[in-house]
T-cell receptor
């Protein structure tokens, strides 16, 4: 079974540039999460989707961050414009709504803003 | 904020049992104890969870005290591949419940 796929794995951009991250969840998983992980810290939830609906985006900085999950499968997280403080690892996770116990994480995208 | 307290780092000799402690003194009756780990450059990986009874699977054992205020994750025969950050998490087992991670314990397995 393929795991959660994320791309790119690494991205280096200059500040004020836009950037986008892509996530393909495990087949059949209708819940998708985006987490942000700063160096030395645990991941923090940015947004959670149930199918196409964003049901928890309270931690998403909406002035520069946006996300979409068209057709309830793949998802894209965008930052525009990027700031130096956005340098971090962006993790995508998915779970099956019938299984409350485990979230499956992708390898993450490491973003460096210069 | 995370509802758990873990030591920032621990060492364990390869082949020995690694015992990772976690305090969760404010845990509620409907909250489970979960453990995830994160190997370098990878996303977190689920290990085990429990409510009040001790649990064991192919990866680890989870020992929860009778008052549920603390727990211990046991890796019975640690290998170098077990070097990772281990997160102890308290959460209600609802499908829509987000995981609140703390800083975890960085476990170093020594050859």
């Amino acid at each position: 079974e393929a795991g959660v796929v994320q791309s790119p794995r690494y991205k280096i951009i200059e500040k004020k540039q836009p950037v986008a991250f892509w996530c393909n969840p495990i087949s059949g998983h209708n819940t998708l999460y985006w987490y942000l992980q700063n160096l030395g810290q645990g991941p923090e939830l940015l947004i959670r989707y149930e199918n196409e609906e964003a049901v928890d985006d309270s931690q998403l900085p909406k002035d520069r961050f946006s996300a979409e999950r068209l057709k309830g499968v793949d998802s894209t997280l965008k930052i525009q414009p990027a700031e130096l403080g956005d340098s971090a690892v962006y993790l995508c996770a998915s779970s099956f709504s019938g299984d409350a116990y485990e979230q499956y994480f992708g390898p993450g995208t490491r973003l460096t803003v210069t | 904020d995370a509802k758990t307290t873990q030591p920032p780092s621990m060492d364990c000799a390869e082949g020995r049992a690694a015992n990772l402690p976690c305090n969760h003194s404010t845990i509620s009756g409907n909250e489970y104890v979960y453990w995830y780990r994160q190997i370098h450059s990878q996303g977190p990986q689920y290990i085990i969870h429990g409510l009040k009874n001790n649990e064991t699977n192919e990866m680890a054992s989870l020992i929860i005290t009778e008052d549920r205020k603390s727990s211990t994750l046991i890796l019975p025969h640690a290998t170098l591949r077990d070097t990772a950050v281990y997160y102890c998490i308290v959460r209600v087992a609802r499908r829509d419940d987000k995981i609140i991670f703390g800083k975890g314990t960085r476990l170093h397995i020594l050859p």
